[in-house]
C-alpha cells in the first residue's frame, strides 16, 4: 500500500530565497508523481507531474526531480516570492490506484 | 477549456439529512474522481469513475455513493449525514489516468 510523506510541515522562508520541498513514497513501482498547490479553502492547482519514465520536469521557477529507486520528490522553487504562499502536497499513483496524497507542506515567503 | 466546475460550492446542512454535490469534468474527460479533505484526515480518496462505471473505491461507510453519467458529469450522495462528514469535497478529472485536475471543491458544513 502505498504512503506518502512530506517534509516539513511548515516553512517559512524570506523572500528571494531557493528553497525545496521534499516527498518520500514507499512504493517504488510507482507511476506517476504530481505535485499540487493549494490556497487557503480553495481546490488543488496541478503544478507539474513526472511520469515513471521521467526523473523531472520544469515549469518557470518550479523544478520536480522524481527517484523511483530511492521512494523520494523534491520540489525546487527559485527566487521565492510572496505569492507563492501556500500548501504544497505530492500524490503518488502505483498501477490501476487512485492518487496518494501527502499531508502537505505550509509554505510563507516573507516579503 | 473551462476547468472542473462544481456546485454548489458551500452548503450547510443538518445531522442526519443527505446531500447531493455534482461536478462536472473538463470537457473530454472520462474518469472523474472525487476526494474528502479534513484538517485532521488531509486528503482521502472515496471513489473514481470511468465511463458511467465505478472503477475504485476508498474506505467509506456505505451512506457514501455516487454516479457518473453518460456525459461525464458526476454526483456524489451522502445520507445521514454526521458531524465528520463536514469536510471540503474535491472533485477530479483525467483525460488519460495520467493528471488529475481538480475543481473549487464544495464545503459541507454539518451542524
Known amino acids: 500500500k502505498q504512503e506518502v510523506t512530506q517534509i516539513p510541515a511548515a516553512l517559512s522562508v524570506p523572500e528571494g530565497e531557493n528553497l525545496v520541498l521534499n516527498c518520500s513514497f514507499t512504493?517504488?513501482?510507482?507511476?506517476?508523481l504530481q505535485w499540487f498547490r493549494q490556497d487557503p479553502g480553495k481546490g488543488l492547482t496541478s503544478l507539474l507531474l513526472?511520469?515513471?519514465?521521467?526523473r523531472e520536469q520544469t515549469s518557470g521557477r518550479l523544478n520536480a526531480s522524481l527517484d523511483k529507486s530511492s521512494g523520494r520528490s523534491t520540489l525546487y522553487i527559485a527566487a521565492s516570492q510572496p505569492g507563492d504562499s501556500a500548501t504544497y502536497l505530492c500524490a503518488g499513483i502505483s498501477g490501476n490506484t487512485p492518487l496518494v496524497f501527502g499531508k502537505g507542506t505550509r509554505l510563507s515567503v516573507i516579503a | 477549456k473551462a476547468g472542473v466546475t462544481q456546485t454548489p460550492r458551500y452548503l450547510i446542512k443538518t445531522r442526519g439529512q443527505q446531500v447531493t454535490l455534482s461536478c462536472s469534468p473538463i470537457?473530454?474527460?472520462?474518469?472523474v474522481s472525487w476526494y474528502q479533505q479534513t484538517p485532521g484526515q488531509g486528503l482521502q480518496f472515496l471513489f473514481e469513475?470511468?465511463?458511467?462505471?465505478?472503477?475504485n473505491k476508498g474506505n467509506f461507510p456505505g451512506r457514501f455513493s455516487g454516479r457518473q453519467f453518460s456525459n461525464s458529469r458526476s454526483e456524489m450522495n451522502v445520507s445521514t449525514l454526521e458531524l465528520g462528514d463536514s469536510a471540503l469535497y474535491l472533485c477530479?478529472?483525467?483525460?488519460?489516468?495520467?493528471?488529475?485536475?481538480f475543481g473549487p471543491g464544495t464545503r459541507l458544513t454539518v451542524l
Open positions: 470537457s473530454g474527460h472520462r474518469s
Open positions: 513526472i511520469q515513471s519514465s521521467q
Open positions: 477530479a478529472s483525467s483525460p488519460d489516468d495520467n493528471e488529475q485536475f
Open positions: 469513475y470511468f465511463s458511467e462505471t465505478q472503477r
Open positions: 512504493d517504488s513501482a510507482i507511476y506517476n
